[in-house]
């Protein structure tokens, strides 16, 4: 399919972060999520979630850069033939990257149904 707009495409990211359940909402915490075009060295990845796992975070986490919820724009319209696939695929990359940042590791994603 053409490619979306930024704009656009944004605004479904957006939508997709509305739709998490409140009580995960509410758990996010430094973290930050980007709509980027590519992954350069993974130019089909369509999310990708860099940082420290909530699991991972010690007593001394403290004044730490945000971690970082990519979602690649291309990456996902290449995958997709309507707008109404782009809006499912960014959802369940958003709730597959944001599992990463809870810790879930990517097999469990995959059992999970979120892969």
């Given at each position: 399919?053409?490619?979306?707009?930024?704009?656009?495409?944004?605004?479904?990211?957006?939508?997709?972060?509305?739709?998490?359940?409140?009580?995960?909402?509410?758990?996010?915490?430094?973290?930050?999520?980007?709509?980027?075009?590519?992954?350069?060295?993974?130019?089909?990845?369509?999310?990708?979630?860099?940082?420290?796992?909530?699991?991972?975070?010690?007593?001394?986490?403290?004044?730490?850069?945000?971690?970082?919820?990519?979602?690649?724009?291309?990456?996902?319209?290449?995958?997709?033939?309507?707008?109404?696939?782009?809006?499912?695929?960014?959802?369940?990359t958003v709730a597959h990257e944001i599992g990463?940042?809870?810790?879930?590791?990517?097999?469990?994603?995959?059992?999970?149904?979120?892969?």
């Amino acid at each position: 399919m053409q490619p979306i707009s930024r704009y656009r495409f944004g605004e479904l990211v957006d939508e997709a972060l509305d739709r998490l359940p409140p009580e995960l909402a509410r758990l996010l915490d430094n973290v930050v999520v980007q709509v980027r075009d590519r992954n350069e060295q993974e130019p089909s990845l369509l999310g990708l979630y860099t940082g420290i796992a909530l699991t991972e975070r010690g007593h001394d986490y403290t004044f730490a850069a945000p971690d970082v919820i990519a979602i690649y724009r291309l990456a996902i319209c290449d995958v997709c033939r309507s707008e109404e696939q782009v809006a499912q695929e960014i959802a369940v990359t958003v709730a597959h990257e944001i599992g990463h940042y809870f810790g879930i590791s990517e097999e469990r994603l995959h059992e999970l149904g979120w892969g």
